[in-house]
């Protein structure tokens, strides 16, 4: 997870999912906000992976600016419907469910949201 919160927001939130995340990358940890690239390149190293071998879930299309810097492959879920800011990277899908995030980690082609 990479997130702006602060290291005690996170905690809390994370507690709140019941799921057991390899990383968390906070902006007070990383040392800057998304969508500066530093955060989401944090996390690729703490989880010694490289960019072509992830998918990040953006819960803001603000994601996909910093995302994009580093060739990460992201899903945008866009669970409000909002319209994209100009110029806004392409993602690999732009969906209001999750459940298509499934096909790209498979190693498919998105299905159409």
């Not at 998304?34 to 803001?60: H, I, W």
């Not at 600016?65 to 060739?71: D, E, M, P």
Request: proline residues 12%; contains cysteine; charged residues 20%.
């Amino acid at each position: 997870m990479v997130t702006n919160c602060s290291e005690a927001l996170a905690a809390t939130a994370v507690a709140c999912t019941d799921i057991d995340f390899d990383v968390v990358v906070t902006a007070e940890r990383a040392g800057y906000y998304k969508p500066d690239p530093r955060p989401y390149e944090q996390a690729l190293a703490e989880l010694r992976m490289t960019a072509n071998r992830c998918v990040f879930v953006a819960g803001s299309a603000y994601d996909l600016f910093g995302a994009s810097k580093i060739g990460l492959p992201t899903f945008w879920h866009d669970r409000i419907g909002i319209e994209p800011p100009p110029n806004i990277p392409e993602p690999l899908a732009h969906c209001r469910s999750l459940h298509p995030v499934l096909d790209p980690v498979r190693g498919g082609e998105p299905k159409p949201c």
